[in-house]
């Protein structure tokens, strides 16, 4: 979502859509659940050892942390709060019809608006400012884990190789590290 990734996208592909997955989105919801949770531990708040239980999803937590999650949200209507936004933009997101997504997105955006939790009422300016590339997921359902993979594959042969005398040399690797290329020369016996 950044504005250099917009801008090599036009710039490079002018007739492409540009769309930004629910990953993407999801980590900035997550972030602006921690900034809250970190917010109210700086209030005082006794959030000590909790902050896992708070991070990802519930069916992805034993039932230990699934009750400490419940009891904090209960406790501190902040979290709660935070949470609830969290997890209906993720509920948004399980839907299929662009049409229920948009209208829902449309309605949580100004929720999160009217939060009172400045975390999610920058998450709802973005989302609003990244309108169309959110909602071109719903349209795709494309993902950009798979360029992604790639990338780190690539980064990893950069690392490896620590430097490159020429671009030719830096694309050459990527490729063979990316095409996982089987240089193995036959021997004669």
């Given at each position: 979502m950044s504005?250099?990734?917009?801008k090599?996208?036009t710039?490079?592909f ?5 769309v930004?997955?629910?990953f993407h ?13 970190r917010?109210?531990q700086?209030e005082?708040?006794?959030?000590k ?8 999803n519930?069916w992805n937590?034993?039932?230990?942390r699934?009750e ?7 406790q ?7 949470m609830?936004?969290?997890?209906t933009?993720?509920?948004?997101y399980?839907?299929s ?6 209208a829902?997105?449309h309605?949580?955006c100004?929720?999160?608006a009217?939060?009172?939790l400045s975390?999610f009422r920058n998450?709802a300016?973005?989302v609003?400012q ?6 071109a ?6 993902t950009?884990a798979?360029?992604e993979?790639?990338?780190g594959?690539?980064q990893?042969?950069k690392r490896?190789a ?6 030719v040399?830096?694309?050459?690797a990527?490729?063979?590290r ?5 240089l193995t020369?036959p021997?004669?016996?």
């Amino acid at each position: 979502m950044s504005p250099a990734y917009v801008k090599g996208a036009t710039e490079h592909f002018p007739h492409a859509r540009i769309v930004f997955d629910k990953f993407h989105v999801m980590v900035l919801a997550g972030q602006a659940l921690d900034q809250v949770r970190r917010e109210l531990q700086r209030e005082g708040a006794d959030l000590k050892g909790a902050m896992w239980s708070l991070r990802g999803n519930a069916w992805n937590l034993n039932e230990d942390r699934q009750e400490q999650r419940k009891n904090l949200c209960r406790q501190y209507t902040k979290l709660g709060r935070a949470m609830s936004l969290r997890e209906t933009l993720q509920a948004i997101y399980a839907r299929s019809d662009r049409q229920v997504a948009e209208a829902e997105l449309h309605w949580w955006c100004g929720w999160a608006a009217r939060s009172r939790l400045s975390p999610f009422r920058n998450l709802a300016k973005t989302v609003r400012q990244h309108w169309d590339g959110i909602l071109a997921h719903f349209d795709t359902q494309l993902t950009s884990a798979a360029i992604e993979a790639i990338n780190g594959i690539i980064q990893l042969a950069k690392r490896m190789a620590r430097g490159f005398k020429n671009f030719v040399y830096f694309r050459t690797a990527g490729y063979h590290r990316a095409g996982k290329l089987n240089l193995t020369v036959p021997t004669i016996t």
